[in-house]
């Protein structure tokens, strides 16, 4: 049986891959998205294999500029990938050796793809969340643009969906600010945790050649090389970490985007999205859909799937790197995609929304949102709390069934309730009076919601 020449390993093998095999088990449709981190880590490699004596300086030299070429090939669109090969490791490694004959077949010297591929997953993802960080911190700047121009904009602010208390529309937005705030923190830790070298662990015990490894990592800019061999080629916390940070920001872009898909319905009619940021519907000539919003509501469902994808294939897993893992990189990518698409939509989206005011301070005055301030009204006259609680309850019963706001119930109506009322009454009613009251650290009177977008601006500062 003739033997085929292309495979890297194949010299203990008596008949050619199954071309269904062939196909089933290569990865290069999905991973060539890690070629330039391939490329950068065998740079590094390279480097290191000259620095301890297993290159000499002119086989150095045509390897460099070969991976010059594949890179430059593979950024036009002229490399051609093999799926015979496998994946993006041996596509590389061979058009190398084509390029520069011997000297390419000297680089997976102390080398195995087990450690190499956990070297180039990190190098990459380290990258990658830059981006996602960086379209955080754009976003985040949006919210404090908005939150300081609507610091003194009311909104109704809800519990169970229910009318509770008026709070600052601006004060809503720097809430948004905060979630993001932490999702930045999750992915910059998980980054900081991930910044170890796998490199020089090879299949799985570490190599008999005296490698360099500090070289090496310093090289990548990596802080250490990893400290056990067997772990560093079975790990991959930390793409699992990566997507349980991505799963909980979706999460968080899905709460902002239903409240939009809410707010700007005609029943609410708080916000306008604008137009470019919407779609139309082929039948209903008047409709104006949220599509935007709604599409990052339901991509939260699949980032939370890759976690519980990846969770569950390294489930049980035995020591140390087995196959299952090429299964990492379509959730970890699309994970990516998903994430730094949806950021990038909001980022442009959110500070761009025409805010309506007036329908805000309409809606906060109708559903009985300061009936907690009289109550507090109250405690300051010295009722105590659970009375004061008890008479505004009755107060409100009352302007419910006179179909009116507490606002509107004249002194007379209002003293039935607790006599220690008297015309103040009416300032602390107001929207205005309620949202001032609340000046405190974290509260949402105007004066601190301007106050925390100023401290905001420092923290996006780095
Ligand atoms: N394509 C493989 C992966 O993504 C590379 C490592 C394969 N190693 C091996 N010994 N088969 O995991």
Not at 303 to 318: E, T
Not at 346 to 353: E, R
Not at 408 to 429: M, N, P, S, T, Y
Request: charged share 25%.
């Amino acid at each position: 049986m003739s033997k085929d020449d292309s495979r890297m390993w194949g010299g203990r093998f008596s008949e050619p891959t199954d071309e269904f095999v062939q196909a089933f088990t290569a990865s290069v449709g999905f991973d060539q998205r890690l070629a330039q981190a391939d490329i950068e880590g065998s740079g590094a490699h390279a480097m290191m294999l000259k620095r301890i004596g297993v290159l000499d300086a002119g086989e150095l030299k045509a390897i460099k500029q070969g991976l010059e070429q594949i890179r430059a090939e593979i950024e036009t669109g002229r490399f051609e990938w093999s799926v015979a090969l496998e994946d993006v490791h041996m596509n590389i490694e061979a058009r190398l050796t084509a390029l520069i004959g011997d000297a390419g077949k000297k680089l997976h010297t102390g080398r195995s793809r087990n450690d190499q591929v956990a070297t180039d997953i990190r190098l990459y993802l380290r990258d990658q969340i830059g981006h996602c960080r960086h379209g955080i911190r754009a976003f985040q700047q949006g919210l404090l643009d908005l939150a300081e121009r609507e610091a003194h904009t009311i909104l109704p602010g809800f519990t169970h969906l229910q009318v509770a208390q008026p709070v600052s529309f601006g004060h809503h937005m720097l809430a948004w600010f905060e979630m993001l705030e932490r999702d930045h923190g999750r992915l910059g830790d998980c980054a900081r945790r991930m910044n170890q070298m796998p490199l020089g662990s090879a299949a799985l015990a570490g190599t008999s050649y005296q490698l360099d490894r500090e070289y090496t990592a310093e090289l990548l800019g990596f802080d250490i090389p990893c400290r056990n061999s067997i772990d560093a080629v079975s790990d991959r916390d930390f793409v699992i970490e990566f997507c349980a940070a991505a799963a909980i920001c979706m999460t968080h872009l899905s709460r902002m985007a239903e409240e939009l898909v809410l707010w700007s319905s005609a029943q609410f009619d708080f916000v306008r999205l604008p137009d470019r940021y919407c779609t139309g519907s082929s039948i209903m000539p008047q409709k104006k859909n949220p599509d935007v919003a709604e599409l990052v509501r339901g991509k939260a469902g699949r980032a939370a799937g890759h976690l519980v994808n990846l969770l569950v294939l390294m489930k049980a897993q035995p020591l140390s790197y087995n196959k299952d893992n090429q299964e990492d990189k379509e959730p970890l990518f699309d994970t990516l995609d998903t994430l730094i698409g949806s950021v990038r939509a909001f980022a442009d989206m959110v500070p761009a929304l025409e805010v309506n005011r007036e329908k805000m301070y309409q809606a906060a005055q109708q559903g009985y949102a300061t009936a907690t301030d009289l109550a507090d009204y109250l405690v300051k006259k010295g009722a105590a709390f659970r009375d004061a609680h008890e008479a505004v309850g009755n107060a409100v019963a009352f302007a419910i069934d006179q179909g009116k706001d507490l606002g509107a119930c004249k002194l007379k109506e209002l003293r039935q309730f607790d006599q220690r009322i008297e015309d103040d009454v009416f300032d602390v009613l107001t929207l205005e009076g309620s949202l001032n009251a609340r000046n405190i650290t974290g509260g949402t009177a105007p004066a601190q919601v301007l106050i925390q977008v100023e401290a905001g601006r420092e923290m996006i500062e780095d």
